[in-house]
């Protein structure tokens, strides 16, 4: 190879890794939220912290948890800022999965630096939501609107003041 096109080989891989998105949607049947490892509302940093992680952990119970999970590479001078978005819904009984219509949900938000986690981001409840599924001929599909109210980890309440939203649609 000649040495000219290795820094343009060099530059075409920093540019393709800059903006390097990913969306990937997990099922996991006989799962519920683990209410006693999260406790986002307390105001004790290192619970909000721990809960960052710990909401997205269900335990063995009745229902289905759909995890939603954004990451999100960027390459910048200083340092590699690698960023994740996590929703999870856990919707109860499990068998609501193979209905139409409206389900019983409970939703979890999180977003933060992967390598920090619990030093940057934000943990949310949910405050107000609808989850439904819909169903063709060969496919179910989950429809959610949600909002969720947000704490700091680090208990900044200047970062995390707004309620976030956020809807789509996930093939189950």
């Given amino acids: 190879m000649a040495a000219q ?8 891989a920093v540019l393709l890794l800059a903006a390097c998105n990913s969306t990937s949607v997990n099922l996991r049947t006989g799962e519920i939220p683990n209410a006693t490892n999260c406790r ?18 269900g335990i063995a119970g009745d229902g289905v948890q759909v995890l939603i999970s954004n990451a999100n590479r960027r390459v910048s001078v200083r340092s590699d800022k690698a960023e994740r978005e996590m929703t999870s819904i856990f919707i109860r009984p499990a068998s609501a999965i193979g209905e139409a219509g409206p389900v019983r949900f409970d939703a979890f938000y ?3 630096l992967f390598d920090l986690r619990g030093k940057t981001g934000c943990v949310g409840v949910l405050e107000d939501g609808t989850a439904e599924i819909k169903k063709s001929a060969n496919t179910t ?11 700091s980890p680090l208990g900044w309440p200047e970062d ?3 309620p976030h939203r956020i809807a789509g649609a996930v093939e189950l």
Avoid: N, W
């Fill in 110 to 112: 999180s977003q933060g």
């Fill in 160 to 162: 995390c003041k707004e």
């Fill in 40 to 57: 986002p509302t307390s105001a004790i940093a290192d619970e909000i912290a721990g809960s960052q992680m710990a909401c997205h952990q």
């Fill in 141 to 151: 599909t989950l429809h959610y609107k949600l909002q969720f109210r947000l704490v």
């Fill in 5 to 12: 096109t290795k820094p343009v080989l060099y530059l075409a």
